[in-house]
């Protein structure tokens, strides 16, 4: 089996990404699978080549190696998605010849005051404003489009590794969403698809904030006819007040943590997961027999006042 880490390196790296790769890395080093990192900075703006230094550096330092990618063997590389820009034209021209793809000239405040109710995680449902749009009004327009998959009304569902049963009606519960932003940038979710397939992944760990991406993959997998992985979406790790760390919380971040030594950081991360019961200082690599997902809890974590 195949299993990734997939990073979108826009800064240094909190605990709450090391939560998602220390889970990732464990699940394959487990079955004696490989591991591929891949480094999602399709925003080059966002995500500078040091970023992405720095991250291996750190992936390094934790003991969390890699099979395949940069610094590795890379027999479906490039790893970084900011030299794949080909493979997702390519994608995004099969979705066309189906005619399953359409411009969109909505600017974001026409978006969000369209959206029906937005959902719970914020995500803005598309309206459809532009989907039958004729070809004299795409051509009177003036400013570039994104561009859009119309998504059949059908449920997708599947069966996530922790969390059990997952599915949505994607033409209710999300709307045609964006496969190509206007300013070029190809849409996260194509991305990862094409991706993961080119890369021979079978198994996609990540947090469990894109649980509800996952059908929207699924949608693509199937249309682009590639075989989808099997999925587990782990816990978050929550600030104490409840709210998702972020890059911003400069005390969670490993900036602040380099007078830790790797033992502790890998050995505390694994004590929230239910997977080192006296918290002691441990090698990531001595967790791996007795990795087992049934450990990990339901819920999210929350990041204690004193953390490490
Ligand atoms: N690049 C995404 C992130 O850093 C993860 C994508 C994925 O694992 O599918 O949040």
Redesign the pocket.
């Known amino acids: 089996m195949t299993g990734r880490f997939?990073?979108?390196p826009s800064g240094r790296m909190h605990l709450g990404n090391l939560v998602s790769c220390l889970l990732a890395w464990l699940s394959v080093r487990k079955r004696n699978g490989r591991v591929v990192l891949r480094i999602?900075d399709l925003d080059t703006a966002r995500c500078p080549r040091r970023y992405a230094e720095q991250l291996m550096k750190d992936l390094r330092w934790l003991g969390l190696d890699w099979d395949e990618g940069p610094g590795a063997a890379e027999p479906n590389g490039p790893y970084y998605q900011s030299e794949r820009t080909a493979l997702y034209q390519a994608a995004l021209e099969k979705l066309m010849e189906k005619d399953l793809v359409y411009p969109c000239f909505c600017t974001r405040a026409e978006l969000h005051a369209a959206s029906a109710p937005h959902r719970e995680d914020g995500q803005v449902i598309y309206s459809g404003a532009c989907r039958n749009l004729t070809a004299a009004e795409i051509a009177a327009k003036k400013r570039p489009p994104s561009l859009r998959l119309r998504v059949p009304p059908e449920e997708w569902g599947f069966v996530d590794g922790r969390l059990g049963a997952y599915r949505e009606n994607l033409a209710e519960d999300c709307g045609d969403f964006l496969l190509r932003r206007s300013d070029g940038l190809f849409a996260y979710q194509l991305a990862?698809v094409v991706d993961d397939a080119a890369m021979g992944v079978t198994e996609?760990v990540?947090g469990a904030d894109?649980l509800s991406s996952t059908p929207r993959q699924l949608l693509l997998y199937h249309l682009l006819d590639l075989p989808a992985p099997a999925f587990y979406h782990g816990p978050l790790l929550l600030a104490p007040d409840g709210r998702r760390l972020s890059k911003r919380d400069a005390d969670a971040g490993l900036d602040q943590l380099q007078n830790r030594t790797p033992e502790e950081i890998t050995g505390t991360l694994a004590h929230w997961l239910g997977l080192n019961p006296s918290g002691e200082p441990r090698k990531a690599a001595s967790l791996v027999s007795d990795f087992d997902w049934s450990k990990i809890p339901q819920g999210n974590l929350i990041l204690p006042r004193d953390k490490l």
Do not use: H, Q
Request: aromatic share 0%.
């Open positions: 997939a990073p979108s999602e990862v996609v990540r894109l």
